[in-house]
């Protein structure tokens, strides 16, 4: 598994952003897939997940509603989609993959992050 996130930047509060994740690896399809994001002086907290069909989803309580996450196994690609954003989603976002049942506490395998800044 090789994760490579981006689609992260600058965005006004109430805007959105869709970051993507993509795996080089070729089992991208076995793994449940989550988002992750850690803000300046805070520890990582889990955002979102989607098990290997795409047929099942999990948010924070602080994200749904707002956030999408799908997925696209012909593409080897998870997205994050992420509507009305407030400054307090400001963070590092990361990509992971794992089974279903640690992809959403500790999963084994993350992309590199990146960078979601929302001004106010």
């Known amino acids: 598994v090789q994760l490579q996130a981006c689609g992260g930047g600058l965005v006004q509060a109430g805007g959105s952003l869709r970051l993507s994740c993509a795996d080089s690896g070729r089992t991208f399809s076995s793994y449940a897939m989550g988002w992750f994001r850690q803000a300046p002086g805070k520890e990582r907290e889990f955002v979102a997940a989607?098990?290997?069909?795409?047929?099942?989803?999990f948010y924070a309580d602080s994200v749904k509603g707002r956030f999408t996450i799908s997925r696209d196994n012909a593409k080897n690609t998870v997205y994050l989609q992420m509507n009305s954003l407030k400054p307090e989603d400001t963070a590092v976002y990361y990509c992971?993959?794992?089974?279903?049942?640690?992809?959403?506490?500790?999963?084994?395998?993350w992309g590199q992050g990146t960078l979601v800044t929302v001004s106010s």
């Open positions: 989607i098990n290997w069909s795409g047929g099942s989803t």
């Open positions: 992971a993959a794992d089974t279903i049942v640690v992809v959403r506490t500790r999963p084994r395998y």
